[in-house]
C-alpha cells in the first residue's frame, strides 16, 4: 500500500464550521457520501470534541439502513465516538440538528436527508450555517439524486464511484475506498473543481489522475512442484 501511495497528496483540512453538501446521484451511492463525510468528521474528532452526531428519519433507518459499527471501526472510527439520532419527522429532524450542532463535545454532524423535503429551505439552510460557524462545528448534508436547490452552504460536493486501489494481498480484491469529487460550488485550496481521493491510514489522500495507482488484475503464476488440495475455508492440506 505504501509503494502506491507514493507521489499522493494530503487532502487539504478543511475548517471546522463548515456547512458542507455532498450529493450522490442515487440512494445506492449513499455508502459513498458517507464515507466523505466520515473520513473529513474523524480529522475533526479532539479531546475537547470527540463527537461525531448522525442524524436520518426513523423511516429511513428502516429502509436503507444506519451505519455499520464494525465498518467504521475498521477504518478507525470507533462506534462509542458516534451517536446515532432518528427522529420522526422533518421539523423534528431540523430541530436536532441545531441543538446537536450547539453542543460542545460535538465535532461534526452528518444529516442524512432523502428527497427535497420542503423545510430544508434556503431560510432553513441560512440557521443552520449560522449555527455551526458561531459554534465552530462542522455540517455534512447528504442528499441523494435530485438537483440541488440554492442553500446557504459553504461548499457542495457531487461524489462519484470510482475503482478501488490496489488490495496489497490479493489483486483480485477490492482496495483501499476511492472516490470521484467535483467541487460545485465553493473553493478549497489548489483551485481545483475535480477531486481523486483514496481512503489511507493517514485520512484522505488525493491522486493527479483517476488511473494513478490502479493497476489491471493479473494472472497469478504457475506455482511449481505439488499443489495440495484446497479445504472448504481456503486453508490447503497435504496428502
Known amino acids: 500500500m505504501e509503494s502506491e501511495q507514493q507521489g499522493a497528496l494530503?487532502?487539504?483540512a478543511l475548517p471546522a464550521g463548515l456547512v458542507q453538501e455532498i450529493f450522490?446521484?442515487?440512494?445506492?451511492?449513499?455508502?459513498l457520501g458517507m464515507g466523505f463525510a466520515l473520513a473529513q468528521a474523524k480529522a475533526l474528532l479532539t479531546e475537547q470534541r470527540p463527537?461525531?452526531?448522525?442524524?436520518?428519519?426513523?423511516?429511513?433507518?428502516?429502509?436503507?439502513?444506519?451505519?455499520?459499527g464494525p465498518g467504521l471501526a475498521s477504518f478507525g472510527l470507533h462506534p462509542s465516538a458516534m451517536?446515532?439520532?432518528?427522529?420522526?419527522?422533518?421539523?423534528?429532524?431540523?430541530?436536532a440538528v441545531e441543538e446537536v450542532i450547539s453542543c460542545s463535545a460535538v465535532a461534526a454532524v452528518v444529516a442524512d436527508i432523502r428527497g427535497t423535503p420542503k423545510l430544508l429551505n434556503f431560510t432553513a439552510s441560512r440557521r443552520l450555517s449560522l449555527r455551526a460557524s458561531a459554534h465552530h462545528v462542522s455540517l455534512f448534508l447528504l442528499r441523494y439524486g435530485a438537483s440541488a436547490q440554492s442553500s446557504a452552504s459553504h461548499l457542495r460536493w457531487r461524489v462519484l464511484p470510482h475503482r478501488s486501489g490496489r488490495n496489497p494481498y490479493d489483486i483480485r480484491a477490492p482496495g483501499a475506498p476511492r472516490w470521484r469529487l467535483k467541487l460545485e460550488k465553493g473553493r478549497v485550496a489548489g483551485q481545483r473543481?475535480?477531486?481523486f481521493l483514496e481512503w489511507t491510514d493517514n485520512g484522505l489522500a488525493v491522486f493527479?489522475?483517476?488511473s494513478a495507482g490502479s493497476h489491471a488484475p493479473r494472472a497469478p503464476a504457475?506455482?511449481?512442484?505439488?499443489v495440495p488440495a484446497l479445504l472448504g475455508d481456503g486453508f490447503s492440506q497435504a496428502g
Open 83 to 95: 451517536v446515532i439520532v432518528r427522529t420522526a419527522d422533518m421539523m423534528e429532524f431540523l430541530w
Open 208 to 210: 493527479t489522475s483517476p
Open 24 to 31: 450522490a446521484d442515487a440512494s445506492r451511492d449513499g455508502g
Open 222 to 226: 504457475p506455482l511449481s512442484g505439488f
Open 51 to 68: 463527537s461525531v452526531f448522525y442524524l436520518q428519519l426513523a423511516s429511513d433507518a428502516q429502509t436503507f439502513g444506519m451505519p455499520y
Open 193 to 195: 473543481n475535480e477531486w
Open 10 to 12: 494530503v487532502f487539504p
